[in-house]
């Protein structure tokens, strides 16, 4: 069997509006590996959005993106081995996102106590586009927890998590060319 897992997470400055996604896919055997044996290429973008919420919904769905291109297009995947990824995020409305799809769906993405649109109407079809093409488990790590307390999914998502977190001081760091 083919075992992806795609650590995806966001980091975002509410005062420039800046945001990074971080995104890290790796394979069962690269993830089993012991601590000291560890490289990853944790790959990160700058993006721009209005909250924490739809980074994290825009750097999940590049990791998703990212998976294709690298593996399914590309022909990487032996043929007759199913492919299993699981998507590993600590955002409580990607978690929760498969629960609210039959209601998003027959409500047309509108909210029921405005009629109007949904902010992130735009991400929640791009994402069940996409969800329904690869079917990746989705599991919710803990963000920020203790160390003592992860267990490997912690350990890993928490590298992703300091490099959104690392990428983002150094873009808020940059002078603005506009001010």
């Not at 996102?97 to 929640?124: C, G, H, M, V, W």
């Amino acid at each position: 069997m083919n075992d992806y897992f795609i650590f995806s997470d966001a980091s975002f400055d509410p005062n420039s509006g800046r945001g990074v996604g971080a995104t890290l896919i790796v394979t069962s055997d690269l993830l089993m590996q012991k601590e000291g044996a560890l490289h990853f290429e944790i790959q990160t973008k700058r993006i721009e959005g209005e909250n924490i919420a739809r980074l994290e919904f825009l750097s999940a769905i590049g990791a998703l993106k990212e998976w294709k291109l690298k593996f399914q297009n590309r022909g990487h995947l032996e043929k007759t081995a199913p492919v299993k990824i699981t998507l590993i995020i600590d955002c409580k409305a990607i978690e929760n996102i498969l629960q609210r799809r039959e209601r998003l769906e027959r409500n047309n993405f509108f909210s029921k106590k405005t009629s109007q649109p949904l902010a992130n109407a735009d991400l929640y079809r791009e994402f069940f586009i996409l969800y329904d093409e690869l079917l990746p488990e989705i599991v919710w790590v803990k963000g920020h927890s203790a160390r003592q307390s992860r267990d490997r999914w912690q350990e890993v998502f928490s590298l992703v998590d300091k490099m959104a977190r690392k990428r983002l001081r150094e873009i808020c760091a940059e002078k603005d060319p506009l001010g």
